[in-house]
Nanobody, 121 residues
Framework: QVQVVESGGGLVQAGDSLRLSCAASGGTFTSYSMGWFRQAPGKEREFVAAISGSGGTTYYVDSVKGRFTISRDNAKNTVYLQMNSLESEDTANYYC??????????????WGQGTQVTVSS
C-alpha cells in the first residue's frame, strides 16, 4: 500500500555526519509509524530508530543514542535520519521502513531498497 524510497547515503570519514531521507507515497503518511534499519555485510538486519505517526514518540537502538536523530515532516511525507559522529561500525545499507499504526503493534513492514552508508576509519 505504501512505498518508501531512501536517499542520502555516501562515503564519509569517522566523526562526520550524514542525513538520510525517506520519501513515502501510496498511503496516508500519518497513519504509519516510520523507522530505519541497517544491515552490514555478513550480519542480520538491525533496528536503528523509529518514530510514531505524529512524531511524538521515538525509539533508538542503544548504539546510536545521542548520535542519531529520527524526525519526520508529515507535510512532505518524509522521514529523516540525522547521523552524527559516525563510526566505522555504522557502515551498512540503511533501509527505511513503514508500519501501519503503532510501531510495535504492526505485523507488516514495508521496505525501501536501501541506501549505502560507508564510514572509513
Amino acid at each position: 500500500q505504501v512505498q518508501v524510497v531512501e536517499s542520502g547515503g555516501g562515503l564519509v570519514q569517522a566523526g562526520d555526519s550524514l542525513r538520510l531521507s525517506c520519501a513515502a507515497s501510496g498511503g496516508t503518511f500519518t497513519s504509519y509509524s516510520m523507522g530505519w534499519f541497517r544491515q552490514a555485510p555478513g550480519k542480520e538486519r538491525e533496528f536503528v530508530a523509529a518514530i510514531s505517526g505524529s512524531g511524538g514518540t521515538t525509539y533508538y537502538v542503544d548504539s546510536v543514542k545521542g548520535r542519531f536523530t529520527i524526525s519526520r515532516d508529515n507535510a512532505k511525507n518524509t522521514v529523516y535520519l540525522q547521523m552524527n559522529s559516525l563510526e566505522s561500525e555504522d557502515t551498512a545499507n540503511y533501509y527505511c521502513a513503514a508500519r501501519f499504526g503503532r510501531w510495535y503493534n504492526a505485523r507488516t513492514t514495508y521496505w525501501g531498497q536501501g541506501t549505502q552508508v560507508t564510514v572509513s576509519s
